[in-house]
C-alpha cells in the first residue's frame, strides 16, 4: 500500500512539473499541504503561476474541489453554500415563523478549496471564513476539506488588500512566499517556460489524475511515521534559538503553540513521509521554511538555514555528551505506541505527550537561559537580532515623543475609513431609497418582497480607506547642517516618513538652502514611495545660506495642485533666515488660506528663531525644539512658550506692545 | 500552413486599420497597438488625456471587427453585477424543507461579449476592480469559460487632477498590451492636426462615425489558429532572454520599480510576437519584431527605460547575433 501511495505522490509531482517550470518549493509545500491536511497560504508577485499550480496540483489529486475568486463584495454565502428560508404556519393562524437555514456548498462540501487573492476579500467576510478552516465544520456539520490553499499578491498599498490578520494568518500552517523566473534571475528556467508556452499548451486533461484515496491513505499513513527523540531534541533546541537567541517574541513573531507544537511535528513526520522514510530525521527540520516565512521577522528567516544547521550541530553534541537516553526511550515508546493504533484518540494522547515534552524542556530551558539573555542583551546594548540598517536613530532621544505627537495632529483631521459607495461592505445600514435594493441582502429582500412592511431590507455599509492626507518634509540643507546635525536630521526625516508609510499619507521631500530643490519621482512629487525619500534623504550634501521662501512656496504650489484635506508641512532647520523675506509673511498668509500645518523642529544650542514659533503658532502646527545632549545625542522637547508669540501677535493679554523691530529687520532685506 | 494564408490575414487586418484611419488621424501607435491586441487576443490598455479619441478608437475596431460588443462606462459605485451582467435572486422550493434562495448572475455584459470596452476604467474604485483579473486571464466566470476575445480598457492618467485610482498591479499586468498616447496638439503633430480639422470641417462629413463591419468572428479564429503555428527561432529567444536579464541585472529592474512577470514577459510576448510577425505577412519571427515589446513595457518599467526600448532592442539584436 505504500508503494501505492507514493506511487501517487510522484504522480502529482510530474503533473505539476509537467504545467509549471521550476518552482520546487512551491511544489513541495503543495504536497505537504495535501499530505498533512494543513492549509496552505502562498504571497507571491502577479503571474508567477500561483493560481495554475494550486490548481494542477488539486486537479491531478481528484479530489472534490472548490475555487473561488475572492474580491471585494465577497458574501460569505458565495463561499459556503445557499440560504434556505423555512416557513411555517403557526397553528390557529398567528402567523408564519420564517428561519434562515444554510445549504451547505462551497467550501463546506469540497475536499480542497483554493481561496484565489484572500486578501481582497474584507476582513468581515473573512472571518467567518478562516474559523471555518480552522475548526473543520461549520456549526455542528463536519466538513470533508483536507486543505485550503490561500493566494495573495504582496500586501503592499498599491495592489488594493487587506493583509490578513495574525490570528487568520495562522490557521494557514504552512506560507510561502513565490517568486518568478525572472525577478529571481533564473534564466535557464525562464527560456524553458519560453519553450514550454510556445506553443499554447493544451487544456488541462483528465489524463494523469491520481485516485483521490491514495493521498486520504498518505494522510493516514503520515502519523506513524516515528519521531526519533534527536529530531524533537533538535526541534525544541531551534525553538529555544528563536524565541532566545533572536529575540522572537509576540511584539514581532507568531510562535503560537498551535502551530509550533500541534502541527509542525505533524508537518516533520509528512516531510520525512514525502521523501519516501519511516522515520524522520534532523533533515526534515528544513520544513519549517515553509512554515516560519511570515511569523519571524524577515531578517531571522534569510537566516533560518544555518539556524537549523547549527541547532542540529549543537544537539547532537549535547547528545553525544550527556545521557539522555532513558528519558527518551519512555517517549519514543509512547510514540510508537500511538503510532501503532489507528484509533484517532490514542494518537492525539501520544502527541499531546510530546508537547508537553517540549513545553516543559522549553521551560526549563528558558529559565536557565533568562538570566543569561539579560546579560548579553545588556552587553549588546539591546536587541542583538533587530539590524540597524540605515542612520542610527537612537541618538536622538526622544524621536518617539515628536513622532507620537505629529501622529496625534496627523490623524485628527481624516478618520481611517470613509464612507463611500465604492468601497468595501464593512457592515449593514437601514436603505435609503430604492436604489439601494440592488446592494442590499438578498435574503432580507426576498422575505420584504414576500411580505411588504415598513421595515426595508438592510443594506450593505461601504466604506473606503481614506486616501490619507498629505505630507511635506521640508529639510535646511545649508551649509551649518554639515555634519552631525545632518545626520540626526537625516534619522528624523527616516522615521518621520515611516510614520506617515503606516498613515498610509502621501509624502513629498524638499532640500532648501538659498534655493529650494524638490525631489520628483516619476515626474510626480507626491509619492507613496516611502524607501525613495529615505534613500534621498540618507545622502545628503550641505551648502550655501538659508532662505525659508523658497521651500515654502514650492511646498504650498504643490498642495494647491492637488484637493487632499489634510495637508501637513514639517519643517526642519537649524538657522534663521538670512536671505528673502525674513518673515515670509506671504506664505504665511496662503498657508493659513489653504489650512496647511506647519510643523517646525529646531535643532541647534541657539535660540530658536521666532519665525518658526510664528509659523507653527499660526498654522495651528506643533514646534520642536532640539538640542545635542550630553551624551553626544539629540534631545527633541516640545515648545511650549507662548510668551513671545502673543508678544508679537500684539494679543491683548500679553501686555506688551507689538515687536516691531523684528519686522522691520525683515522690511530691509 | 504557407506564408499564402499569412499574407491573407495580414491584408485581412490591413484592412481594418484603413478602417480606422478614415475617422481617427495620426496615432499609429495605438492602432498598431489595438490590432495586435485583436490579433493574439491580448488585453488592452490605453492611457491618455481626455479628447484624444482613445473611447473613439476602441469603439471603431470593435465595430469594424464585427464581433458581439459590449462598452461599460465605469464610475466611482462600479459593482460586479453592472460588469457581468444582472443580479437575480432566484427562489425555489425545496421539498418541505422550505425555499431556496440564491442570489445569481443572469449573464451579460463582459460575460457575453466578444470584445469589451472597459471605458475610464481607472474610475472605479481599485478595490472593485478584481473580479476582473480572473474573467480577463483565464476567460471564465466562476467555472464556465466566457466568448471573450479581448478587452480594451481606457484611463486617463492617474495623477490628482483626474478624481481616479492607478489600476493595481495585479490587473494592470492582465493586460498585455499597454499603450500611453497623448492629443495631437501636444505631440506637436501640425500636419495632423490640420488633416483632422479638414476632416470635421468637411460639409459632407458626417458626425455620425459608421465604421464598416468588415471582418467577424471567423476571421479571428482562423488567424488565432494560425498563429499558433508561427514559428520562434532560437535567436529571438536568445535576444529576449538577454534583455529581460539586462532589465534585472543592469537596470536593476525589481518588484519595486517595475512589473516584470513571468506571465507576460515569458508566455505572452511570444504570441504578441507571432502577432506582429503574422501582421507582416511571415510565418516566422525575425529578432525585429522584438519591438513589440514597447507595448509592453510601457506601464511595466520606468518611464526613461521604456523610451530607450527601441535603442535597447537594436543593441540586444546585435549584440547576440555576433
Not at chain 1, 505504500?2 to 512539473?17: D, F, S, W
Not at chain 2, 455620425?208 to 508561427?230: C, G, I, T
Amino acid at each position: 500500500m505504500t508503494a501505492k501511495i507514493h506511487g501517487a505522490i510522484q504522480g502529482v509531482q510530474e503533473r505539476m512539473n509537467d504545467f509549471i517550470i521550476g518552482h520546487y518549493p512551491v511544489k513541495e509545500a503543495l504536497l505537504l499541504a495535501l499530505i498533512s491536511q494543513e492549509h496552505l497560504y502562498m504571497q507571491g508577485e502577479p503571474g508567477c503561476a500561483k493560481t495554475l499550480l494550486a490548481e494542477v496540483a488539486s486537479d491531478t489529486a481528484n479530489l472534490n474541489f472548490h475555487f473561488s475568486q475572492l474580491h471585494r463584495d465577497t458574501r460569505l454565502t458565495e463561499l459556503v453554500g445557499d440560504v434556505i428560508l423555512e416557513k411555517k404556519e403557526l397553528p390557529g393562524g398567528k402567523g408564519e415563523v420564517i428561519r434562515q437555514k444554510l445549504m451547505p456548498g462551497g467550501v463546506l462540501t469540497c475536499e480542497v478549496a483554493l481561496l484565489d487573492d484572500i486578501c481582497r476579500a474584507p476582513g468581515e467576510a473573512l472571518n467567518v471564513l478562516l474559523g471555518i478552516l480552522n475548526e473543520r465544520k461549520f456549526l455542528d456539520l463536519k466538513i470533508p476539506l483536507m486543505t485550503a490553499i490561500a493566494t495573495t499578491n504582496p500586501t503592499e498599498d498599491e495592489y488594493y488588500n487587506e493583509p490578513l490578520d495574525p490570528a487568520n494568518l495562522d490557521r494557514f500552517t504552512l506560507q510561502l512566499k513565490t517568486q518568478g523566473a525572472v525577478t529571481s534571475s533564473n534564466w535557464d528556467e525562464a527560456r524553458k517556460i519560453l519553450d514550454r508556452y510556445e506553443g499554447f499548451p493544451a487544456e488541462m486533461l483528465s489524463e494523469g489524475r491520481v485516485s483521490a484515496d491514495a493521498l486520504r491513505d498518505a494522510f493516514k499513513a503520515h502519523k506513524k511515521v516515528l519521531l526519533p527523540p534527536v529530531v524533537l531534541s533538535a526541534y525544541r533546541r531551534i525553538l529555544d534559538d528563536l524565541r532566545n537567541r533572536f529575540g522572537c517574541d509576540a511584539g514581532n513573531s507568531l510562535l503560537t503553540d498551535r502551530t509550533m507544537l500541534v502541527k509542525v511535528p505533524k508537518l516533520i513526520k509528512a516531510m520525512a513521509f514525502l521523501h519516501g522514510r519511516d522515520t524522520a530525521e534532523t533533515e526534515d527540520l528544513r520544513v519549517l521554511k515553509y512554515i516560519l516565512t511570515f511569523r519571524v521577522p524577515e531578517n531571522v528567516y534569510e537566516n533560518l538555514d544555518q539556524i537549523i544547521d547549527q541547532a542540529i550541530e549543537e544537539n547532537e553534541q549535547e547528545q553525544s555528551d550527556e545521557e539522555q537516553g532513558e528519558q527518551m526511550q519512555g517517549l519514543q515508546e509512547q510514540e510508537e505506541q500511538a503510532a501503532g493504533s489507528e484509533e484517532q484518540d490514542a494518537e492525539g494522547e501520544g502527541e499531546n505527550a510530546l508537547i508537553q515534552e517540549i513545553l516543559d524542556s522549553l521551560q526549563a530551558e528558558t529559565q536557565k537561559t533568562e538570566s543569561l539573555k539579560s546579560v548579553q542583551q545588556r552587553a549588546n546594548g539591546g536587541d542583538q537580532s533587530s539590524k540597524v540598517t540605515r542612520s542610527a536613530p537612537q541618538q536622538v532621544e526622544n524621536l518617539e515623543f515628536l513622532l507620537e505627537k505629529i501622529r496625534g495632529r496627523l490623524e485628527r483631521n481624516p478618520a481611517e475609513m470613509e464612507m463611500h459607495p465604492g468601497g468595501s461592505p464593512r457592515s449593514y445600514r437601514r436603505m435609503r431609497s430604492f436604489e439601494d435594493f440592488l446592494d442590499a441582502d438578498y435574503v432580507e429582500t426576498a422575505i420584504w418582497l414576500d411580505r411588504l412592511n415598513p421595515t426595508l431590507p438592510r443594506s450593505y455599509l461601504r466604506k473606503k480607506k481614506h486616501m490619507g492626507g498629505k505630507v511635506i518634509i521640508v529639510r535646511d540643507v545649508s551649509q551649518s547642517m554639515e555634519g552631525r546635525y545632518a545626520r540626526w536630521t537625516s534619522s528624523v526625516v527616516t522615521k518621520l516618513v515611516e510614520m506617515v508609510r503606516r498613515k498610509r499619507m502621501r509624502v513629498g521631500y524638499i532640500e532648501f538652502n538659498h534655493v529650494s530643490h524638490k525631489y520628483q519621482h516619476d515626474g510626480r512629487f507626491f509619492t507613496r514611495d516611502y524607501d525613495k525619500i529615505i534613500d534621498s534623504a540618507a545622502n545628503v550634501t550641505c551648502s550655501g545660506v538659508t532662505n525659508y521662501q523658497y521651500p515654502l512656496r514650492d511646498a504650498l504650489e504643490e498642495f494647491r495642485k492637488g484637493r487632499s484635506e489634510n495637508k501637513h508641512i514639517l519643517f526642519l532647520t537649524d538657522g534663521e533666515p538670512t536671505q528673502g523675506d525674513w518673515l515670509v509673511r506671504e506664505e504665511r498668509r496662503q498657508a493659513k488660506g489653504m489650512g496647511v500645518a506647519i510643523h517646525t523642529l529646531f535643532i541647534g544650542t541657539t535660540e530658536c528663531p521666532e519665525i518658526l514659533d510664528i509659523l507653527s503658532e499660526e498654522t495651528d502646527g506643533s514646534r520642536f525644539l532640539a538640542t545635542p545632549n550630553d551624551k553626544g545625542g539629540l534631545l527633541i522637547e516640545e515648545r511650549h512658550d507662548r510668551g513671545m508669540m502673543d508678544r508679537y501677535l500684539g494679543r491683548p493679554d500679553a501686555g506688551e506692545p507689538r515687536r516691531d523691530d523684528v519686522s522691520s529687520a525683515s522690511r530691509n532685506t | 500552413m504557407n506564408s499564402e494564408s499569412a499574407k491573407t490575414i495580414a491584408n485581412q487586418f490591413v484592412d481594418l486599420r484603413k478602417e480606422m484611419d478614415k475617422f481617427v488621424v495620426g496615432h499609429e501607435t495605438v492602432k498598431t497597438g489595438l490590432i495586435l491586441g485583436m490579433m493574439s487576443r491580448e488585453h488592452i490598455y490605453i492611457e491618455g488625456p481626455p479628447g484624444m479619441a482613445k473611447t473613439m478608437l476602441a469603439e471603431i475596431v470593435a465595430a469594424a471587427s464585427n464581433l458581439k460588443f459590449y462598452l461599460y462606462q465605469f464610475h466611482r459605485d462600479t459593482r460586479l453585477a453592472e460588469l457581468v451582467g444582472d443580479v437575480v435572486i432566484q427562489r425555489e422550493r425545496d421539498g418541505d424543507n422550505g425555499e431556496l434562495i440564491v442570489q445569481s448572475i443572469r449573464k451579460g455584459g463582459v460575460l457575453t461579449a466578444e470584445i469589451c470596452v472597459l471605458d475610464d476604467i481607472s474610475r472605479a474604485p481599485g478595490e472593485a476592480l478584481n473580479v476582473l483579473l480572473r474573467i480577463l486571464n483565464e476567460r471564465q466566470f466562476q467555472t464556465d469559460p466566457i466568448p471573450l476575445l479581448t478587452a480594451i480598457a481606457t484611463s486617463n492618467p492617474t495623477v490628482d487632477d483626474y478624481y481616479n485610482e492607478p489600476l493595481d498591479p495585479a490587473n494592470l499586468d492582465r493586460f498585455t498590451i499597454q499603450i500611453r498616447s497623448s492629443g495631437l496638439i501636444q505631440e506637436n503633430q501640425w500636419d495632423q492636426v490640420q488633416e483632422v480639422i479638414n476632416l470635421y470641417s468637411d460639409s459632407e462629413f458626417s458626425d455620425e462615425v459608421k465604421p464598416q463591419a468588415m471582418l467577424s468572428r471567423k476571421v479571428f479564429d482562423n488567424a488565432y489558429e494560425v498563429l499558433h503555428k508561427v514559428t520562434v527561432p532560437d535567436l529571438v529567444k536568445r535576444c529576449l532572454i538577454d534583455l529581460l536579464s539586462r532589465f534585472v541585472n543592469q537596470f536593476k529592474l525589481d518588484p519595486s520599480n517595475s512589473l516584470i512577470t513571468d506571465r507576460s514577459f515569458l508566455v505572452k510576448t511570444i504570441k504578441v510576437l507571432k502577432a506582429q510577425a503574422l501582421l507582416s505577412g511571415r510565418i516566422e519571427v525575425v529578432p525585429d519584431d522584438l519591438n513589440i515589446l514597447s507595448f509592453m513595457t510601457t506601464f511595466r518599467v520606468p518611464e526613461e527605460i521604456n523610451r530607450s526600448m527601441p535603442a535597447l532592442v537594436a543593441e540586444t539584436i546585435q549584440r547576440v547575433a555576433s
